[in-house]
């Protein structure tokens, strides 16, 4: 390919005014936050609200800090970590044409580098700060003011707070990261840079607080274990927002845009698949027998999914495939995600098998809807997180987690009902918020690389790398 380089100049300097415009806005929004945090209280109430993720409606707790449990948690967060980086970025990596694959790892990196700096600035304290009118938190905790070493009381009254919050970051990381497979081979740089800020402020921010925070919804007795609603749902329905006003791929439906390396997609699959035992056994905030029954329950789901899944696509298609395995393991990861903690081995297995079933048709059916979801975050994580948050309030059990609720099946119709408002009220704010964030960040710095770039590939147009010699 030839290259004019006057017109190659011309190019690099628009994306460098695009990256500066950028990096000022984020600057802009970095030194909001630390004037917010000086001109907070020096030491912030700890103020007492509704209990995220499996303590919810728990007896007053004894504060004090048992080893056992905050070793779990840090190992926990050690492998959210890793669901990141390096499990989504190669899952999401190998899915992509070989053009694209850095340019791909590169959003999953730098997405958990930028939301990690703004989790900390502000997004903690929006989420999980003394609640405000059941919206969101206050800014008592901007930049960490009175976050330490001491144990909340209903933030793991048996770790430190800073454990807690630290936990939190690695699902605020993880979250946007989801969405960039939407809008897989076609989003600019410095587009998602700016969107993945002002997502996880505004967006993620007050879903996490409603429902783990003490929001309206957890105040109603919302259940959702480790993240259906707030990491797949919300996730899940904005990917389907990208994806629409991105618009399709230059040559979908026509071009070859098979998964360029299969084995990279395949341990990406077993990264999220261990991280997972953190992200929703790690959800009970102890190394206790309510961990041991998630772990369990994210096992079978997760194994009854890909099983399932290979074997409806083996009759529908004459084939099984390593990617409908590797496909319908993260389903079932998913989808158990809401229901793992309240939930017993048998329920888990019944999850992932409709799991397996449900995702596998919302992939097939993208392309009657019209839209490109490039990697099919909207079939798996948004109709994973969907029917995991309807199940919950399906097969959610005292037996299990005394501290949850008992579902439909157990005599407790109304729970399902609190769980069918979350995927109304999540879908509906993450739908419209996503929206008016991409009119606004398309308006900054333009959305879309040009169609030359995307031919090129975004390996080579936006960072100006190769990632095969």
């Not at 907070?40 to 007053?60: L, N, Y």
Request: charged share 10%.
């Amino acid at each position: 390919m030839v290259i004019d380089p006057e017109r190659d100049c011309t190019r690099k300097r628009k994306r460098q005014g695009a990256l500066s415009a950028v990096g000022l806005t984020i600057a802009v929004a970095m030194v909001g936050a630390l004037a917010a945090f000086t001109g907070s209280v020096a030491v912030a109430q700890e103020t007492e609200v509704a209990a995220p993720h499996a303590i919810a409606g728990a007896v007053a707790p004894v504060l004090k800090i048992d080893t056992g449990d905050t070793a779990w948690v840090l190992t926990s967060t050690a492998l959210v970590l890793a669901m990141t980086m390096p499990g989504l970025a190669l899952f999401y990596g190998g899915l992509v044409r070989s053009k694209n694959i850095l340019g791909t790892i590169m959003q999953s990196i730098v997405v958990l580098c930028l939301v990690s700096l703004i989790w900390i600035l502000v997004g903690y304290s929006l989420a999980f700060g003394p609640d405000k009118g059941g919206l969101i938190g206050g800014l008592e905790w901007v930049g960490l003011s009175g976050v330490g070493s001491e144990p909340h009381p209903t933030y793991g009254p048996t770790i430190p707070h800073q454990v807690f919050m630290l936990f939190q970051l690695m699902f605020a990381a993880i979250t946007p990261a989801l969405i960039t497979g939407a809008v897989a081979e076609r989003m600019k740089f410095s587009a998602l840079l700016l969107f993945a800020a002002l997502w996880s402020v505004l967006i993620y921010s007050p879903v996490a607080h409603w429902i783990w925070g003490g929001g309206w919804l957890g105040k109603m007795g919302a259940l959702d274990f480790a993240g259906g609603a707030v990491v797949h749902i919300s996730s899940g329905v904005s990917a389907l927002v990208c994806a629409i006003v991105m618009g399709k791929r230059k040559g979908h439906g026509a071009d070859y845009m098979a998964p360029h390396n299969l084995p990279f997609t395949l341990l990406g699959t077993g990264l999220l698949w261990f991280g997972w035992f953190g992200f929703n056994a790690g959800s009970a905030l102890g190394a206790n027998g309510v961990a041991g029954g998630a772990f369990l329950a994210t096992h079978a789901a997760a194994a009854t999914a890909a099983l399932v899944w290979m074997a409806v696509e083996w009759v529908h298609r004459g084939k099984p495939t390593v990617l409908g395995v590797a496909s319908g393991a993260v389903a079932g990861l998913a989808t158990v995600t809401p229901a793992s903690g309240f939930i017993g081995p048998f329920s888990a297995i019944v999850i992932g098998g409709f799991a397996g079933i449900l995702c596998y048709f919302a992939v097939v059916w993208k392309g009657r809807m019209g839209y490109d979801d490039s990697l099919d975050v909207v079939g798996i994580h948004g109709m994973g997180g969907v029917f995991g948050i309807l199940a919950t309030g399906l097969f959610a059990s005292k037996a299990i987690n005394a501290a949850g609720a008992d579902g439909l099946f157990f005599g407790n119709a109304g729970q399902f009902g609190i769980q069918a408002l979350i995927v109304c009220a999540v879908a509906l704010f993450s739908l419209i918020g996503t929206w008016i964030i991409l009119k606004a960040v398309n308006a900054a710095v333009g959305l879309r690389v040009s169609p030359e770039d995307e031919s090129t590939g975004l390996d080579l147009s936006q960072h100006n790398e190769r990632a095969y010699s």
